[in-house]
């Protein structure tokens, strides 16, 4: 343990809720794996960005350069969260969108018999776009999940490699289980074989630090509109394979016009300068907790991360304790509130009743859950649920007190009778 991660204090809650005007409508809100709210530095920097430069930007006069700089923030912003480069980092509107594009910016890379790995875990923006690389002749292998505790053993995709493989895609992070993969050492089987791996970071990066360079990932993907941030995509290649990937944008864009080649088009532009906006608030939070400096927006971020990852922990050990002590519930995945094995994802099925029925009963003492297969369709068949009723699901960030958590059992329990 570093000094700084013995030095961490514990999250002031209250500080971070007052940053989210959302949070002042009263709903106790666990619906942040769908999407997160945003804190008031990412409305501004949108507001500001609409309001003063909403022009074309990259021109020689006043407001588009500075519209320019403030597209370029947004990206570097992202790209520093996760230890990347700048020119590593595509910013679309989804990540399924995302990997549709890259899909099809590496199908060159496969020869008809190359093969592609896949998972029944992922959600299908994870799925769908490699699955359709059979199109051109890859062979899809599935690395399916054990039916007995909804993991994805890595001893269960040993067998899967082999000279042939091309591309691994698993998820950081289940966004239905919560549970947390070991990304670092999946890199190294891969890449053992010969292969590259692209990582859904989706439903981890709002609770972890990332840290592309030390997991080793060829690809990985998250989306900031679940990281406190404005509705986009936000993609990472090494800079060589976007390099040798084929561009998706017009003609004219060289091959080592990165990233701008990957992307058809540019992304929206006052929602990428809003990007820099999580900055400002995970900076606003490091200030309020932290007496000395951190030199990088990176290391800040890391600070922060280790905030959020312990107030997380809290309330997610409330919570398992309490589904633990009902027979009646049924949660899917790990039973352990752990920082270190989940997020705070929580998914579950009710001895007796539809998952359907569970989230309005709780919407008078407004408490916001929500069930269904949340895109993880695949997910659903392989454990036996039903996909139309699916489960229920209560998704927590740092801004969940430890108030909306007592509001959420209470609800269950009365809801449960
Ligand atoms: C794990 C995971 N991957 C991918 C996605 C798709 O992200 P987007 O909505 O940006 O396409 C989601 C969305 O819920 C998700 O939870």
């Known amino acids: 343990m570093t000094d700084r991660e013995r030095d961490t204090p ?23 794996a769908g999407g997160s709210y945003v804190p008031r530095s990412v409305i501004e920097r949108v507001t500001a960005y609409m309001t003063e430069t909403q022009v074309q930007p990259g021109a020689s006069y006043a407001p588009s350069a500075a519209a320019a700089e403030r597209m370029v923030e947004g ?55 490699w699955r359709r690389l059979a199109e051109i002749g890859a062979v899809v292998k599935e690395w399916r999940v054990d039916p007995a505790t909804a993991e994805l053993d890595p001893a269960a995709l040993e067998p899967l490699l082999g000279p042939r493989t091309r591309l691994v895609c698993a998820a950081h992070c289940s966004n239905i289980t919560g549970a947390i993969n070991d990304v670092a050492a999946i890199a190294q089987m891969v890449h053992a074989a010969g ?3 692209f990582v859904d970071g989706v439903a981890f990066a709002p609770h972890r630090a990332i840290d592309v360079r030390a997991l080793d990932v060829d690809f990985y993907a998250f989306s900031p509109y679940k990281v406190y941030g404005p509705h986009l995509g936000a993609l990472f290649g090494k800079r060589e394979h976007l390099i040798a990937a084929e561009g998706q ?9 990165v990233p701008d080649k990957i992307a058809p088009g540019y992304p929206n532009h006052e929602l990428t300068a809003g990007l820099a906006g999580i900055a400002d608030y995970f900076d606003q939070i490091h200030a309020h907790h932290f007496a000395a400096g951190a030199n990088t927006f990176h290391e800040r971020a890391a600070d922060v991360f280790r905030l959020f990852a312990a107030h997380e922990e809290r309330l997610a050990v409330r919570f398992a304790d309490f589904l633990a ?3 009646r519930f049924r949660l899917i995945g790990r039973a352990t509130g752990s920082a270190v094995a989940r997020a705070p994802t929580f998914s579950f099925t009710v001895q007796g009743m539809k998952s359907a029925a569970l989230p309005p009963r709780l919407e008078a003492a407004k408490v916001a859950i929500r069930n269904g297969d949340f895109y993880a369709i695949r997910l659903m068949g392989a454990l036996g649920l039903d996909p139309s009723d699916g489960v229920v699901r209560a998704s927590m960030v740092h801004y969940n007190s430890a ?7 209470d609800g269950l329990e009365k809801a449960l009778g």
């Open 249 to 257: 944008n017009h003609y004219f864009f060289r091959a080592d016009d």
């Open 195 to 197: 292969g590259l791996l």
């Open 403 to 409: 108030e909306d958590v007592d509001r959420l059992i």
């Open 10 to 32: 514990e999250l002031d809650v209250d500080f971070a809720r007052a940053h989210f005007p959302a949070l002042a409508d009263g709903w106790a809100f666990f619906e942040n």
């Open 325 to 327: 002590s009902d027979s």
């Open 75 to 129: 990206r570097q912003v992202i790209a520093q969260m996760i230890n990347a480069d700048a020119d590593e980092m595509t910013v679309g509107p989804s990540t399924t969108a995302n990997v549709y594009m890259l899909s099809h910016a590496i199908r060159p890379w496969f020869q008809p018999g190359d093969e592609v790995v896949v998972t029944d875990l992922d959600h299908e923006a994870n799925n769908g776009a």
